[in-house]
């Protein structure tokens, strides 16, 4: 590959690319190709090729720590992992058309409450903790949707008539 002229080289200089920001020229590789140092939206540094920034082959530091901005934090996902996995569920119950509950909850019109289908952490504080693995989660009205009001963690034995 030749040498890119160095104006071309600097114009990477401040731009995003996927979670990585180019701050500097860092040298070159055995392959002599530029690298950059580049600033993750993690915080972490981390030395890129050009050719690889610029190709969308490398988008992020590698490190497993980048979710949306809206997500929930993986620590408090994994401290409510069974919860979590409720949410998972219901959501692609109640949004994901390929789901083949959906023809029971989101064709019906069974919706998620808004402010529970943007976050996780909102749906813990409106619902609580899972008492006991004994315990699931259950509509009062099952003709409603899944909202603060209208649904609660029970146990099998609290279902039965």
């Known amino acids: 590959m030749a040498h890119r002229r160095p104006k071309a080289i600097s114009k990477l200089a401040r731009k995003r690319?996927?979670?990585?920001?180019?701050?500097?020229?860092?040298?070159?590789?055995?392959?002599?190709?530029?690298?950059?140092?580049?600033?993750?939206?993690?915080g972490e540094k981390v030395i890129v090729?050009?050719?690889?920034?610029?190709?969308?082959?490398?988008?992020?530091?590698?490190?497993?720590n980048h979710y949306p901005k809206k997500a929930c934090?993986?620590?408090?996902?994994?401290?409510?992992?069974?919860?979590?996995?409720v949410w998972q569920n219901i959501k692609q119950r109640?949004?994901?058309?390929?789901?083949?509950?959906?023809?029971?909850?989101?064709?019906r019109g069974v919706m998620l409450h808004p402010a529970w289908e943007k976050s996780f952490e909102q749906f813990v504080a409106d619902i609580g903790a899972r008492p006991s693995k004994h315990h699931v989660l259950r509509r009062k009205n099952n003709a409603g949707n899944y909202e603060p009001g209208n649904a609660g963690w029970v146990t099998t034995k609290e279902m039965e008539p």
């Open 94 to 107: 109640c949004l994901n058309t390929m789901n083949p509950l959906y023809k029971l909850y989101g064709k």
């Open 17 to 42: 690319f996927g979670e990585l920001v180019a701050l500097r020229q860092a040298g070159r590789s055995k392959r002599r190709l530029v690298q950059w140092l580049c600033e993750c939206s993690c």
């Open 49 to 64: 090729e050009g050719d690889r920034l610029r190709s969308g082959q490398k988008k992020t530091c590698g490190k497993n």
């Open 73 to 85: 934090r993986p620590q408090f996902r994994r401290a409510y992992k069974s919860e979590y996995r």
